[in-house]
Nanobody
């Protein structure tokens, strides 16, 4: 199991950028698919992006494709999410998690354990 601490959220105007960071623990971190999810008020938690173990393959939700970039540094056990061209609808609490598994077009966490997340608020 990987334990995570998310950071980097904040208040930004529409069109702005933020970089979220996830510090993860676990000796086998580099072997896991890691990802980001988000939950807006009154909505279900949704998948945002994922990255495979060596960082060579990335996956994105259609709503963020072309605007967000996920990356990882296995030497530092970190996963980052660079968010550009932010929109008010990107406002949510963002969570890092892993390992993930994929079934069709859906992404699931292996361990249903979530960190505190980091709040992202985009003003119009």
């Amino acid at each position: 199991q990987v334990q995570v601490v998310e950071s980097g959220g904040g208040l930004v105007q529409a069109g702005g950028s933020l970089r979220l960071s996830c510090a993860a623990s676990g000796r086998t971190f580099s072997g896991y698919i890691m990802g980001w999810f988000r939950q807006a008020p009154g909505k279900e938690r949704e998948f945002v992006a994922a990255i495979n173990g060596d960082g060579g393959i990335t996956y994105y939700a259609d709503s963020v494709k072309g605007r967000f970039t996920i990356s990882r540094d296995n030497a530092k056990n970190t996963v980052s999410l660079l968010m550009n061209s932010l929109k008010p609808e990107d406002t949510a609490v963002y969570y890092c998690n892993g390992p993930l598994r994929r079934s069709g077009s859906s992404w699931y966490v292996i361990y249903d354990y979530w960190g505190q997340g980091t709040q992202v608020t985009v003003s119009s």
